[in-house]
C-alpha cells in the first residue's frame, strides 16, 4: 500500500509526487492519459520533421520558480533555451513594441515611441527590483504566506506603500495611460495581462501585465530544449529514480472516503488503490469537489459556492509547420519567441469585450510562438515552428464576424473556419504567412479538453485570474489552502493558490500539507489531542 495517492500526472502532480518522495513516502501516480504531462507535452503529430508542444510552450513562471529549482531538474537532463528577444508586439503600421532581457534595450525601444517611456519602464523595472524576489516567495508559499507577506509588506511600504498598491491594482489600461506616452509600454503591459482572462479594463490586470513583463525582463520566457515534454520527463525520471511509480491510462473515477478521511481511490477498470496516509489530487476544482467526491461527504455550503465557481476563458489554438520562418512586416519581431498579435489597445478591448458579450471574436488577439526561433531543435534550418492561441467564450451566443457563422458547436467546418480567420489575423501583420504553411493541427476547446480533462473548454489556468477567485478566494471562499473538507484529502492543481502557470506551486504547498498533517505528525497528533482532527463539516464551514 503506497503512502500517497496522486491523481493526475500534470507538472503539479509530478512536483507533489516528488517531493512526498524526497521525504520517504511511498508514492503512486495515476494518470487518465496515455503519458504524463498534463499540458506540458510535445509530440510530432503537425509533421514528422517538427516538433509541436500541445499546450503550454514558455515557461517564465517555472524559471522564476523556487519550488522547480530546489529539484535541481538540470540533473535530469533539463536544458532551458532562449530566443534572442523576448516579446514582441508589432502593428500593422510597421512599428513594433519590443521586450529584451536587458532593461535598458527595452527602455531604449520605448523612448521611440513615445519621450520619457524608457524612464517610465526603468522606474517599472525599479519597482520590480525592490519587491520582486519577495513578492515571488508570497506567491509560492501556502496561503496565508505570513513571513513573505511581512516581508513584502515591509518592501511595499519602503516602495511607495498605499500608492503602490493602487498601482497594481489598476486596470492595465489606466496603468498604461498613468506610466506611458506610446503606445508600445502599454502595449507590453496589456498583451502579458491578457496571457491570463484580464480584459484591459479589469482590476488587477495592470498588476498581473506588470508581473508578467517582469519575470519577462528577468527570466525571458524559456523553453525545454527539444520540447515540452523534455520538462514533463525530467519530473518523471527524478520520481521514479526516488522509487515513485507512474500508471498512465489509469483514470480515477471516485475516492474512497471512511469516517470523513480519504482512504484510497477507485479507477475505470473498478480498482481500488488504497493510500496510507493521503491522497493528493492534481484535478480541476469541479471535477474534484463535483465528481470525484461523494457530495454527502462535504458540506452543503461548498456545493452551493461551487456553482458559482468561474473558469478562465476557452482556448482556441492552431499549430503550424514552416517551409521557412514568418514574413513580419516589422523586422524586430524576426526574433522573438513570443509574438502578441493585435492592432492597438483599443482592438484588445474590443477582443475582450466581444468575448464577455459571448461573441466569437472577428479580429482574435493571437499569442504566437515561434519555437524554432527560441529553441533551433525543434525543426530543420530555415524552417519555423509555430503555433498561435486565441480565445474564445465557453458558451457562444454569436459570431462577430459579418457573415461568421460559428456557432460554438465546433465542428470540423467551424474549426477550420477558426483557424482560418487565426490565419487571416497573423497575415495582417505578416503579409504572405500562408504562402509558408507546410500543414497545421487544430485545437479546438473539446480537443483540448480532450488532451487534458482539467482544461475544461480550453480553460488554460485553472479558474479566472480576477480578483474576486485570488488568494483566500481560490478556489473558493473558505478554501485558500490546499486542506479540503475531507481528511488526508488535498487539491494539488491549479485550482488552488497562486493558480495557473508552470511552477508546481499547487503541487508544492498540497505536498507539504500531506507532510505537515499526516497520521502520526506532530501536527495531526497534536489535533487530535485538542479534538480539532476532524474535518469541517457542512454547519461549520466558513
Not at 475582450?352 to 524554432?372: E, H, N, Y
Request: charge should be neutral; glycine fraction near 12%; aromatic fraction near 6%.
Amino acid at each position: 500500500m503506497p503512502d500517497a495517492v496522486v491523481i493526475g500526472a500534470g507538472p503539479n502532480g509530478l512536483v507533489a509526487a516528488n517531493l512526498l518522495a524526497d521525504a520517504g513516502w511511498t508514492v503512486e501516480v495515476l494518470e487518465e492519459q496515455e503519458e504524463p504531462g498534463g499540458a506540458v507535452r510535445s509530440d510530432r503529430g503537425v509533421h514528422a520533421d517538427y516538433v509541436s508542444d500541445l499546450c503550454s510552450s514558455f515557461y517564465p513562471l517555472a524559471a522564476a520558480s523556487p519550488v522547480l529549482a530546489r529539484l535541481d531538474l538540470y540533473e535530469q537532463g533539463l536544458v532551458w533555451s532562449h530566443a534572442p528577444r523576448v516579446l514582441a508586439h508589432p502593428l500593422t503600421d510597421g512599428r513594433c513594441a519590443v521586450l529584451d532581457r536587458s532593461a535598458g534595450d527595452t527602455a531604449a525601444a520605448l523612448e521611440a515611441f513615445g519621450a520619457g517611456d524608457g524612464v517610465a519602464w526603468q522606474g517599472l523595472c525599479g519597482i520590480w527590483d525592490r519587491i520582486g524576489p519577495d513578492l515571488l516567495r508570497a506567491l509560492f508559499t501556502p496561503f496565508p504566506p505570513v513571513r513573505a507577506t511581512a516581508r513584502l509588506a515591509a518592501r511595499l511600504r519602503a516602495a511607495g506603500g498605499l500608492r503602490l498598491a493602487r498601482q497594481l491594482l489598476l486596470p492595465v489600461r489606466r496603468l498604461g495611460d498613468e506610466e506611458f506616452q506610446g503606445e508600445a509600454g502599454r502595449l507590453l503591459l496589456a498583451g502579458n495581462a491578457l496571457h491570463a482572462d484580464l480584459a484591459p479594463e479589469a482590476a488587477g490586470s495592470g498588476g498581473f501585465g506588470w508581473l508578467m513583463s517582469m519575470l519577462a525582463q528577468s527570466y525571458g520566457f524559456p523553453v525545454p530544449a527539444g520540447g515540452a515534454q523534455e520538462l514533463t520527463w525530467a519530473l518523471v525520471r527524478r520520481l521514479q529514480r526516488r522509487g515513485g511509480v507512474l500508471r498512465c491510462g489509469e483514470r480515477v473515477v471516485g475516492i474512497v472516503v471512511r469516517a470523513g478521511r480519504a482512504v484510497a481511490v477507485r479507477t475505470a477498470i473498478g480498482e481500488t488503490v488504497p493510500a496510507r496516509r493521503a491522497v493528493l489530487a492534481d484535478v480541476s476544482v469541479p471535477a474534484l469537489y463535483g465528481r470525484l467526491i461523494d457530495p454527502h461527504e462535504l458540506p452543503g455550503r461548498l456545493l452551493a459556492d461551487l456553482r458559482r465557481f468561474q473558469w478562465d476563458f476557452a482556448t482556441f489554438k492552431v499549430d503550424w509547420a514552416l517551409g521557412g520562418p514568418v514574413p513580419w512586416a516589422a523586422e524586430a519581431a524576426h526574433t522573438a519567441g513570443t509574438v502578441h498579435l493585435a492592432d492597438g489597445m483599443d482592438e484588445l478591448t474590443r477582443f475582450a469585450a466581444q468575448i464577455a458579450m459571448g461573441q466569437v471574436p472577428d479580429r482574435p488577439f493571437a499569442l504566437f510562438g515561434q519555437m524554432t526561433t527560441a529553441d533551433p531543435t525543434r525543426s530543420p534550418p530555415g524552417t519555423e515552428s509555430a503555433w498561435a492561441y486565441t480565445h474564445v467564450p465557453h458558451r457562444v451566443r454569436g459570431d462577430a464576424a459579418e457573415r461568421g457563422g460559428i456557432t460554438g458547436a465546433w465542428d470540423r467546418g467551424e474549426q477550420e473556419a477558426m483557424a482560418d480567420r487565426v490565419e487571416a489575423q497573423v497575415e495582417r501583420f505578416a503579409p504572405g504567412f500562408r504562402a509558408r504553411i507546410k500543414a497545421r493541427r487544430i485545437l479546438a476547446p473539446p480537443t483540448l479538453e480532450a488532451l487534458d480533462a482539467n482544461l475544461h473548454g480550453g480553460a488554460v489556468n485553472g479558474g479566472t485570474t480576477a480578483v474576486h477567485q485570488q488568494l483566500f478566494f481560490r478556489p473558493l471562499p473558505g478554501l485558500g489552502r490546499p486542506e479540503t473538507p475531507v481528511e488526508g484529502l488535498y487539491l494539488a492543481s491549479a485550482g488552488a493558490h497562486p493558480g495557473g502557470g508552470v511552477h508546481g506551486a499547487p503541487g508544492a504547498n498540497a505536498a507539504r500539507a500531506a507532510l505537515r498533517r499526516a497520521p502520526g505528525s506532530l501536527l495531526h497528533r497534536t489535533q487530535r489531542a485538542l479534538g480539532r482532527g476532524a474535518p469541517l463539516r457542512a454547519g461549520t464551514w466558513p
